[in-house]
Antibody
Framework: QVQLVESGGGVVQPGRSLRLSCAAS????????MHWVRQAPGKGLECVAV????????YYSESVKGRFTISRDNSNNTMYLQMNSLRAEDTAVYYC?????????????????WGQGTLVAVSS | VLTQSPATLSLSPGERATLFCWAS??????VAWYQQKPGQAPRLVIY???NRATGIPARFSGSGSGTGFTLTISTLEPEDFGVYYC???????????FGQGTKLEIK
């Protein structure tokens, strides 16, 4: 079955870096756009980064643009989120999610399924 | 910007739930709804404004276009309670925005 497993979260000091990974299985990874969504404690959802199925197009929210980099390795069925210059406000559970469908257009669409999330806590 | 109302909806099992999502500008039918239960990842419920996702019961329905959207649960089951988020997406320019959520709680 389709499975997404995030890893790499933890406690990190402000200004430091962290790399999250999302290991995918159960589907043809190279055919689907992928997303990183975060949820601060007790708050709502924020889409922080999106990458097309082939890595040719990427989107970042304004809050992370210039600090975070999304990438993917289709040969290893893994997506990454490199997070630099971390701030206290980046503290959140980070979810990876797959495009709901692959229609060949390249455009990403809705998010399903989701991984279980990994917690990133930025604190001194 | 997406605005959801109400912020909290208190209903009993068996009742009908109606949740609203308003966009600050027209988004066509590029809206989805997600359900999130405590301690769990969200799950897609409705996409493209009115299409039920795989495995979602028929009691869930979505409607709307342009700037106003509705998620209706015809007869609430105990497992339907949680937080519901609407989301809009656009291809050009690329943008993905979630509403602030509606908490559907048991009365």
């Amino acid at each position: 079955q389709v499975q997404l497993v995030e890893s790499g979260g933890g406690v990190v000091q402000p200004g430091r870096s962290l790399r999250l990974s999302c290991a995918a299985s159960g589907f043809t990874f190279s055919s689907y756009g992928m997303h990183w969504v975060r949820q601060a404690p007790g708050k709502g959802l924020e889409c922080v980064a999106v990458i097309w199925y082939d890595g040719s197009n990427k989107y970042y929210s304004e809050s992370v643009k210039g600090r975070f980099t999304i990438s993917r390795d289709n040969s290893n069925n893994t997506m990454y989120l490199q997070m630099n210059s971390l701030r206290a406000e980046d503290t959140a559970v980070y979810y990876c999610a797959r495009d709901y469908y692959s229609d060949g257009s390249g455009h990403t669409n809705w998010l399903d399924p989701w991984g279980q999330g990994t917690l990133v806590a930025v604190s001194s | 910007v997406l605005t959801q109302s109400p912020a909290t909806l208190s209903l009993s099992p068996g009742e009908r739930a109606t949740l609203f999502c308003w966009a600050s500008q027209s988004v066509g039918t590029y809206v989805a709804w997600y359900q999130q239960k405590p301690g769990q990842a969200p799950r897609l419920v409705i996409y493209d404004a009115s299409n039920r996702a795989t495995g979602i019961p028929a009691r869930f329905s979505g409607s709307g276009s342009g700037t106003g959207f509705t998620l209706t649960i015809s007869t609430l089951e105990p497992e339907d309670f949680g937080v519901y988020y609407c989301q809009q997406r656009s291809n050009w320019p690329q943008k993905y925005t979630f509403g602030q959520g509606t908490k559907l709680e048991i009365k």
